[in-house]
């Protein structure tokens, strides 16, 4: 990555919508120069993707966040609940950990009654041992939506 790539990836940062030869203009490359460089930060994996950012106010009306952490039968052998894990639609991450528990699952679900039965889901898995859950009552530092 040069210095021109890092102007793209701020850019892309402050407006992933930009369009290519807005971007070309901002950074001073032509609109297939800046199209080129940003297929090649994402098959590198500098990019790892696009998101939609809601508004923290709408957000925390319309949605119950939860952090679960789950400790599987063997941690060596757990990829079935890794994959499970993947097709949930309310997970937005899932850390692997190290100490007593495996799995740091982070969800946020339109209703405590659908959380709820995301940890039924979770925890009847074939390999899953326990879990523990924690419904998030407020965010005081939210950086990834910055």
């Known amino acids: 990555m040069d210095a021109v790539d890092e102007k793209i990836i701020a850019e892309l940062t402050r407006n992933a919508r930009i369009s290519h030869a807005q971007l070309g203009h901002r950074v001073r490359l032509s609109r297939n120069a800046v199209r080129q460089r940003v297929e090649r930060l994402e098959r590198q994996g500098v990019i790892g993707g696009y998101t939609i ?84 009552l407020s965010r005081v530092v939210n950086r990834r939506s910055a």
């Open 53 to 136: 950012v809601r508004p923290s106010s709408t957000r925390d009306r319309e949605f119950v966040a939860a952090h679960m952490l789950v400790y599987r039968q063997d941690r060596m052998r757990g990829g079935d609940v890794l994959a499970a894990i993947r097709r949930i639609p309310e997970v937005v991450a899932c850390d692997v950990l190290s100490g007593e528990f495996d799995l740091l699952v982070s969800l946020e679900a339109r209703s405590l009654e659908r959380v709820q039965g995301i940890w039924q889901d979770i925890a009847q898995m074939p390999g899953v041992r326990d879990t523990v859950t924690a419904l998030i």
